[in-house]
């Protein structure tokens, strides 16, 4: 405010399928990315492995290398991503993600096979490669500030809305109740207009949870939960502890109140449902890894695009396995 000429936020640039087109034109600009990328900022001088220092590359157009001037060494762009192993074409890779970072509530398989047409086996693990290495959580700092913090049961939640609904039959409550607590949930945790995590977890004890919000929000923080007995213990652990009575019907008393993350939830639900029939369990993470991810990058003030991309030396770090020439 008193600092004058101080620039305004601005808002991210849009990316479009034009300027995607224009930048990755063809297979060779998505490996001369990757080549500028990991190994060449200035698309000619990298590390040879071999002669141990820095040498000047070219490429080989016969391979999707690079080679050494001095010594002949070979090295690949892709070695260590997630296009590694793969014989789709880069440019579908680089096509898949613009599609993902395109979309704030989701994509499906179905549509990308559509779209750049693959079938349905390789969108699907396309979509879940990226899910799953370049929009994985990217930041360790703990959450701080204020911090609202709840799970929500993978395909329905138990709550005082929920019980009033239910059966009346106790025995058929109980089942119902037994049927939803058996169900996987999403744990998730929320700065106030920050950050937010979110973790796939087999069961809503505090055995499960206590681990995770220790090692995810900061002991200064100032939690919001709901009044779970549970979180009664687990509320101990922070500077302050603001529990919502959901059961008296008062859903936000002011700042008490937990719709941050009931939104993000939401989001997560909406999206999910609007383009899966059904996610199985073992792969639930991934698709909230993107959530998560789209949420945390928002305001980075550059296209989505860009930020997923950046991210393929991360799959370089989780797929490193037989790393070689
Ligand atoms: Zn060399």
Redesign the pocket.
Known sequence: MGMAGSPRKLKPERYTIANFHQEFPDDDACLDWLWRHLHAEDGATAD?P??GKP?RFHRVKARHSYS?D??G?HLHPTANTIFEKSTTPLRLWFHAIFLLSQTRCGISAKQLQREIGVTYKTAWRMFNLIRAHLMDEDDDEPLGGEVEVDETAWGGKIRASDRSRAPTSTERRQEAMARVSARPSIFGMVERGGRVRARVVADRSMQTLEPILRENVSADAVLYTDERALYTRLGQNFAEHHRIKHKDGIYADGHVHTQTIEGFFGNVKRGLSGVQHSVSVKWLQTYVNEFAFKHNHRADGVPMFGVILRNVRKGATSAASAAGS
């Open positions: 040879c071999k002669c040498r050494c001095t010594c060494y």
